[in-house]
């Protein structure tokens, strides 16, 4: 676990390297991304591409089983800084079997 020295964040961030998936109002996937660190507030996650992300969106982490409300604190160089606002339980979605 890396900490900065002169870090004022509320709670400790632990260093992930997690897949995670940024979801739409509707709760649609959107845009893929990886959660480079996170803690009970928030998190940096690093965009696969460099696309469009909301002011608002949820994000959700199938790893952890869980889908956070998210608001984008900062933007530099295809990576962002949210703060969350809360969470609830979000399941992986079912594989689907391709038949060919």
Known sequence: MRVE????RQ?????ALN???ILDTAGNPGNRCLVTNISAHGAELELVENVRVPPRFTLHVPHQGLAYK????????G??????FG?????????????G
């Open 19 to 21: 897949g995670a998936m």
């Open 79 to 84: 990576r962002i800084g949210v703060e969350f």
């Open 5 to 8: 020295e002169n870090d004022a």
């Open 70 to 77: 998210a608001e984008v604190r900062w933007r530099e160089n």
């Open 87 to 99: 969470h609830e339980k979000m399941e992986r979605p079912a594989l689907k079997k391709v038949v």
């Open 11 to 15: 709670a400790t961030r632990n260093e």
